[in-house]
């Protein structure tokens, strides 16, 4: 080995520190501190301020909400995801291309836009108004209205997970349990969906964080109506501009926590996945 090859290598590792400090100071700056704020300013007035401001009943009600909303919004797409990613990546038909392309909307249009575009066909003087006055249904400034933005904003999680290792995986299972006799349900629920459970749980709890920390177009359909439309994103933006920094940072800490968790979780199923 020569003095070459000792300067090299020195600059290799030099580099390679660099990279990893570079990494670590964005990390402290964009993410550690922030959460650290978080937590130091809702914990600022003590822990019996800190319980009261997420267990009044305002706060209640917007968890509950939050909740209610994820338990609908995340099994509807976890079924639509199952399905559309079973079609798109077991079958051939005329528009895969355009349902693919379709599935990926919600990553290109803003979450406002699609909040507005909901109050246009469902708002007041929306395109399908006179029905729904009709029959007194009400969607925007509504639970119904969340939801329907919640399951927008989110379908594609679940799909676009699914859709690689399906991809990956082929069809020659489904092939061999076609040839000994299974239906489509028995080859679905004993050789596809055990190929598939882990990238399925992965997009499941990517789905649900992000159903939970929604704010733009439910901001747009929910109203701000406080203790009825206010999920936990909004709870904190309306006590933020109350001046309550302590309230808005508590509620805004159970956030924080859901991702942290999600993150665990997360990194989890991906050590297992590989």
């Known amino acids: 080995m020569n003095g070459r090859d000792i300067g090299g290598g020195g600059r290799r590792n030099l580099q390679k520190w660099l990279l990893v ?50 338990l609908i919004a995340v099994p509807l797409n ?29 990553f290109a249009v803003s979450p406002v836009i699609s909040g507005l575009v909901f109050v246009l066909l469902f ?13 007194d249904i009400k969607i925007i400034f509504a639970v119904p209205g969340i939801v329907l933005a919640t399951v927008f904003v989110t379908f594609p999680f679940v799909v676009r997970e699914l859709i690689p290792i399906m991809q990956e995986q082929g069809d020659e299972e489904e092939q061999a349990a076609v040839t000994l006799g299974a239906n489509g349900w028995q080859i679905f629920f004993r050789v596809t969906l055990p190929n598939i459970k882990w990238g399925l749980l992965y ?59 999600t993150l665990t979780v997360k990194s989890l199923l991906e050590w297992k996945m590989r």
């Open 21 to 70: 400090a570079i990494a670590l100071a964005f990390l402290c700056l964009f993410i550690l501190l922030p959460l650290v704020a978080v937590f130091t300013e809702s914990l600022k007035k003590g822990i019996g301020l800190y319980f009261l401001s997420i267990t009044e009943p305002d706060a209640m009600a917007a968890i509950k909400l939050t909740l209610t909303i994820a």
């Open 78 to 106: 976890t079924m639509f995801g199952i399905f559309a990613a079973w079609a798109i990546t077991k079958f051939h038909f005329r528009g895969k291309n355009i349902l693919i392309t379709l599935i990926d909307i919600p």
């Open 123 to 135: 708002g007041s003087q929306g395109f399908f108004a006179p029905l729904l006055e009709a029959h």
């Open 203 to 261: 997009g499941i709890i990517l789905c649900n964080a992000r159903a939970m920390g929604e704010f733009g177009a439910v901001s747009v359909v929910s109203g701000h109506i406080r203790g009825l439309t206010n999920t936990l994103p909004l709870h904190v933006e309306i006590l933020y501009n109350e001046y309550n920094f302590t309230a808005a940072f508590a509620v805004a800490s159970l956030l924080a926590l859901l991702a942290l968790v």
